[in-house]
């Protein structure tokens, strides 16, 4: 089993800045598609950043490039996500998601299977 810890979220103006951090802990791998999403209220869990520990290969999502920036700690088994120029529509529970069983990342939600908890981002304009 693997346990995924979120922390970091808070409340914020449009255009501050929030890091989340994602700890990894049980059954982890050096190699893996570390994501974060999140999810607004009546809306569908969308992808926002992930990366692939193996080789750092990252993707964003058009409305963050620019202002977020995934990285990782191997040595800590964390996954952070740097959010720059936050906007209220960042406004939304952000979750910290592990596939483990590919070499690279895929779109898909449902390819996740280990998820945290969620942490809460608002930004006020």
């Known amino acids: 089993q693997v346990q995924l810890v979120e922390s970091g979220g808070g409340s914020v103006q449009a255009g501050g800045s929030l890091r989340l951090s994602c700890v990894a802990s049980g059954n982890t791998y050096s190699s893996s598609c570390m994501g974060w999403f999140r999810q607004a209220p009546g809306k569908e869990r969308e992808r926002v950043a992930t990366?692939?520990?193996?080789?750092?290969?990252?993707y964003y999502a058009d409305s963050v490039k620019g202002r977020f920036s995934i990285s990782q700690d191997n040595a800590k088994n964390t996954v952070y996500l740097q959010m720059n120029s936050l906007k209220p529509e960042d406004t939304a529970t952000y979750y910290c998601?592990?596939?483990?069983?590919?070499?690279?990342?895929?779109?898909?939600?449902?390819?996740?299977?280990?998820w945290g908890q969620g942490t809460q981002v608002t930004v006020s304009s």
């Open positions: 998601a592990a596939d483990y069983r590919r070499p690279y990342c895929t779109p898909w939600v449902r390819d996740f299977a280990y």
């Open positions: 990366i692939y520990t193996g080789g750092a290969r990252t």
